[in-house]
């Protein structure tokens, strides 16, 4: 049996994954594979050419100049580890491996694949987002086939012409069932290789996610909130502009996983990072509200989403995002409000009101809860340079002269 080329695997695989458009599965690819295709790369220059330029056209929507780079070997494995795992619920995968232990196998194959290693580096990390960024978004459309004497289903595949012709005469019916995310690669057999995949690739977590994906690990990924470029476009893609219960979404996920890095040991400065950065999303939902008509009004977006009848409906987070500012008030003030909305009368009239209200229907006893977390992470006894000025010691008053 021929070897695959790294040439049919961008065009089939890897171009789709990152433009859009139908993937196709083959069979698993096993690790010697991958180092293979890496020195049969330089005979593959029009698909890599195609592809890279794909990705730098998914960049440019997040950065001004997206950077130069080549497809590598680490984004190989990963794509090929992502092939894997929709080998594996693929509708005819069970008729292709034969046993258990095959499928252990794959699996197991697949972890080796995605397990890449971790990066900080700028254009990796983003070169990594642009390969994976539609991760979230992938689907089957799984289409059902009804006609007067029979019925056929097709999985990820469009059914023949025959058998959709003369509509009328044959009582054609065709219906849709769309397979996401959670039964593609949120199950027991692909979940461990998603999780192990996403976590190289932090962007694409801070930038999207899905209800069923695992939680964001922000030890992986704090490091991006000190690239102001890369945090700006994060947070202006968290904050959409969509009905409320939607547009905490995102937020509120971030804020879940600030809760269980507050559970581990992070370093101090990382958790002070990822404080002000949900802060800082806290005052782009006042800056949405400039436009009220009554400036001291209560907040819409607030009253929706902190509602008493709706505490049961919260997503998991959505307390700790908006009881954040006033927990750090009490523990590090410099923390508790971003820099400049003081210099915007109209927006510190609506970050008071945002504070006072969220006290309101959080409860003063959420806020605290919060902040002795946030004290077990925080040296307190560090002072404003501002407030300490320390001279050096002139040494002994030397004798009047004469």
Same mark, same amino acid.
């Given at each position: ?60 929507? #997040? ?7 080549? #497809? ?65 978004? #992938? ?13 056929? &289903?097709?999985? /990820? ?12 005469? &044959? ?59 890369? +945090?700006? +476009? ?15 979404? /995102? ?64 997503? &998991? ?10 927990? #750090? ?10 820099? /400049? ?40 006894? &560090? ?20």
């Amino acid at each position: 049996m021929a070897k695959t080329h790294v040439r049919e695997f961008l065009a089939s695989f890897v171009k789709p994954l990152v433009l859009g458009g139908e993937l196709h599965i083959r069979a698993p690819i096993p690790l010697p594979d991958i180092d293979r295709w890496d020195g049969e790369l330089h005979d593959a220059s029009v698909e890599q050419v195609e592809v890279d330029d794909a990705r730098a056209s998914v960049l440019s929507t #997040l950065v001004c100049r997206p950077p130069a780079f080549l #497809l590598e070997r680490d984004e190989l494995a990963l794509a090929a580890g992502l092939h894997n795992a929709l080998f594996l619920v693929h509708p005819r995968a069970d008729q292709w491996s034969v046993s258990d232990r095959v499928r252990r196998r794959i699996i197991d194959n697949a972890l080796a694949l995605v397990s890449q290693p971790l990066t900080v580096n700028r254009t990796r990390v983003m070169a990594r987002h642009a390969l994976l960024h539609n991760v979230f978004h #992938l689907k089957r459309n799984d289409i059902t086939v009804s006609w007067w004497t029979g019925r056929a &289903r097709f999985h /990820g595949q469009k059914p023949p012409s025959r058998l959709t012709a003369w509509k009328g005469m &044959r009582r054609v019916r065709e219906e849709t069932t769309v397979v996401d995310f959670d039964e593609l690669l949120a199950v027991p057999d692909t979940a461990p290789i998603v999780a192990t995949l996403l976590r190289r690739t932090p962007l694409t977590q801070l930038l999207d996610a899905h209800p069923g994906a695992p939680p964001l690990h922000w030890e992986d990924a704090v490091f991006l909130l000190r690239d102001p470029e890369l +945090a700006r +476009a994060v947070a202006y893609r968290l904050v959409p502009d969509v009905p409320a219960r939607d547009q905490v979404t /995102g937020p509120a996920r971030l804020a879940a996983a600030f809760e269980q890095m507050l559970e581990r040991a992070p370093d101090e400065a990382d958790v002070r990072a990822v404080a002000a950065f949900l802060c800082h999303l806290n005052a782009l939902f006042c800056l949405a509200e400039l436009n009220l008509r009554e400036p001291g009004a209560k907040s819409p977006l607030l009253s929706t989403v902190l509602a008493a009848e709706a505490a049961g409906q919260r997503p &998991r987070g959505l307390a700790t995002l908006f009881a954040l500012p006033g927990a #750090l008030a009490l523990v590090d003030k410099r923390l508790a409000t971003p820099p /400049g909305i003081g210099e915007h009368k109209q927006l510190a009239q609506r970050w008071a009101v945002h504070r006072a209200q969220a006290a309101e229907q959080l409860s003063d006893a959420v806020i605290d809860a919060l902040a002795q977390r946030l004290r077990r992470h925080f040296r307190l006894e &560090r002072r404003d340079p501002t407030e300490v000025v320390e001279l050096p010691d002139p040494g002994p008053t030397p004798p009047p002269a004469g």
